[in-house]
């Protein structure tokens, strides 16, 4: 019982750190704001927003600050979140007021139709922030994440709802994979591989797969997870990778990735492998060079103080709240 008390304390102790960290923050600053901004331009309206905002919704308040949601009253009408974590999903909702909000999956929400989620589709921005790796041990090699992913992409392309931005967040610890999901990415490498196309590029960054994913697993899964995503987009509308990143945690023994999807309207044919937007995506996804290194060195004093302000203004509306 000790035991299991302590690993929640430490887990706890983790997701805080995770959330409200500088790190995390520098991440939304750089990465998440310049699109949903853009985005937000671009509609000329306030975003309707889905989320896992965690324990404080740090990420609901930043955009809020930053004129991107609507709050009206005790409460953001346009966002809905979940969080499968009871003290989580219950600290999040005191804070939100009337926003509507389950504790429970994302997967579940999505997949099994709950009115929590598909009440306020379709959303402009989805913040699926995830705690763990996105091919954990318990589900099949590809998991219920991405059959969630896929079936939100077919409905955006029903209701003709463009562009929309997905923000992806997940660990990469190879432990914590699946091992036959890593079997299967890492034989899709080798199938582009053999494809004169790829051949030189791959050859460049991965000379051999297995010694690259066990020395590189973060990059592996910055390479593997766009394939993933462009995969899932093929028949339906485009995709375009706009962030990369990643950021060390608990001193580097495993990293936190990152990324920025924009989907917009289908204007061509479907793409297929020997067609050019096709070629170009996947060489794309193997430049390296365009991912971000979240680190210390990346935390200047705009990013400082707008932490600063951000906890400030959380810590505010729950003390309203006593």
Known sequence: MASDLRSANRKSVEAYSEFGGLLKHAARYLLWLPEVQSLRSSKRRFLKYFTLPGKWAWDIFFFEKNNILERRGRGFPDIRFCDNNLQSYVTAKRLLGNTIGKRGNFEDLVLNNRKEFWDGFPYDVYNLDFCGTCFPNEQPPFSDTFEAITRIIENH?????????????????ASETKHEAKEELKKNIETNR????????????????????????ADFIIISIPKIICHLTESHCDAEIRQRAKYPRRGADYFITKFVFKFKRRMRRRLTIDNPVYINNVLQIFNLSNVKLIDTSCINS???????ELKEYVTSLDEALV
């Open 157 to 173: 392309v029903t209701s003709n709802h463009f562009p929309f931005i997905l923000l992806l967040t997940m660990k990469a610890l």
């Open 302 to 308: 705009e990013i400082t103080n707008s932490h600063r």
């Open 194 to 217: 053999r494809r004169d196309d790829f051949t030189e590029k791959i050859n460049a960054i991965i000379p051999d797969t297995d010694m690259f994913v066990s020395r590189n697993f």
